[in-house]
């Protein structure tokens, strides 16, 4: 059977591609380190389990609005207000399957053919193919090392044509783990109301956050800017929620409403019963997720420091999410490999770890580390990471 052209065009994501032979070396008895997760090693809060067995228990198990339960969005309604004072109504939210549908279902309904988005390199592996899948036409713009891998608003201005309909802003980054600040996003705001262009503000990772750094939502910035931008988030990263699928978007109620009249068709509804894990997420207890943070602040700060011995390893310190992305080009040419995907893959195959290569994100001369796993097996992994540069280095 033929399929269609837009699925033949899909690049698979090398991240569930590394995962999924990490998964398989493991079944065969080999002892792997995954470092390639993008989920919290966390369990989910256990007030929000309660509060989803109670709701299942009181019949809670039935369709809701395509939207999302009005108590739901009530509660990020309130979250918008207390963590950026930003004032938000039911019909300016959707609550989605997951945040990737919320930012799948905006593409949908806002790009025609041939319409562009411009995407910053290094980008998560999902917004060029979602763009595609909704006949617009990605352009990348290569945010430079040199500048924390962060776009500034003249590459954005240079890179605008008739046909730019949006740019995606992805503060903390995955896979950087950099935070875009006030400063930068004023000036690439201001170049968005030149242009009369859509921001989509992907915030998955603003709770995790470490050091002296603040997150700030482009949104906040003035009510003419928040106008403009849609704000994603959900609960999968902040409440170690990956697996429940609760992510949602804020913003212009007339995009909202399409988003929501597409979701009917699609998904129906967000899970049930997640929405109500989901509720007691954001009305309950934080407690559990600064306790999450400080974990991976603890861990960054002592693996960090011993990544960066390892030769030919450049990285920059991440300021939020939970990933290192080191630049490991001088590494890679200095082991005898022909590129960095290569010395990824010997990583696995040879020292038994894996990583995934920085090409999936648009950066070839990179490696992104999870380091949502324990400190032990942290501590491990960049250890053999090392004896395998170092045993290339002396043969070599």
């Not at 300016?92 to 041939?114: C, N, P, R, S």
């Not at 700030?216 to 009510?223: D, W």
């Not at 597409?262 to 009305?283: C, D, E, F, R, W």
């Amino acid at each position: 059977m033929r399929l269609a052209e837009r699925v033949k065009a899909l690049t698979p994501s090398s991240t569930l591609a590394i995962t999924a032979k990490a998964k398989e070396m493991k079944a065969a008895g080999i002892d792997v380190i995954g470092l390639g997760a993008g989920e919290p090693d966390f369990n989910t809060p256990q007030h929000i389990i309660e509060a989803a067995i109670e709701a299942m228990k009181q019949g809670h198990t039935k369709y809701t609005p395509s939207g999302g339960l009005p108590a739901l969005k009530d509660a990020i309604i309130d979250k918008f207000k207390t963590d950026q004072g930003l004032e938000y109504k039911r019909n300016e939210i959707i609550v989605t399957t997951g945040a990737k549908h919320a930012l799948y279902t905006l593409f949908q309904v806002l790009l025609d053919e041939g319409d562009e988005v411009i995407i910053p390199i290094p980008y998560w592996v999902s917004y060029p193919e979602q763009v595609k899948l909704a006949g617009g036409e990605p352009i990348y713009l290569e945010g430079k090392e040199v500048n924390e891998y962060k776009i500034t608003a003249e590459q954005l201005r240079g890179a605008v044509t008739t046909k730019t309909k949006a740019v995606i802003i992805n503060s903390p980054s995955n896979p950087t783990g950099m935070l875009y600040s006030k400063q930068e996003l004023e000036e690439i705001a201001n170049v968005c109301l030149e242009n009369n262009i859509l921001i989509v503000s992907d915030e998955i990772y603003e709770k995790l956050i470490y050091g002296q750094h603040k997150h700030t939502s482009i949104a906040e910035l003035s009510p003419q800017i928040k106008e403009q931008t849609i704000v994603i988030n959900g609960v999968s990263k902040s409440h170690s929620m990956t697996g429940w699928r609760i992510g949602y978007a804020a913003g212009s109620q007339t995009v909202i409403k399409a988003m929501t009249d597409l979701a009917s068709h699609s998904t129906s509804n967000p899970t049930t019963v997640s929405q109500y894990g989901a509720i007691a997420a954001y009305k309950g207890t934080q407690d559990p997720v600064e306790e999450m943070r400080t974990a991976f602040e603890e861990r960054l700060n002592i693996i960090y420091d011993q990544l960066v011995k390892i030769p030919g390893f450049n990285c920059l310190k991440p300021q939020g999410a939970f990933y290192l992305f080191p630049n490991v080009k001088e590494a890679a040419m200095k082991t005898g490999f022909s590129d960095v995907d290569e010395f990824a893959k010997a990583l696995l195959e040879e020292a038994n770890v894996a990583v995934i290569p920085g090409s999936g994100f648009g950066s070839p001369d990179n490696i992104r580390l999870s380091y949502a796993t324990s400190l032990d097996l942290l501590e491990s992994a960049v250890n053999r990471i090392d004896e395998f540069v170092q045993s290339k280095l002396v043969t070599n």
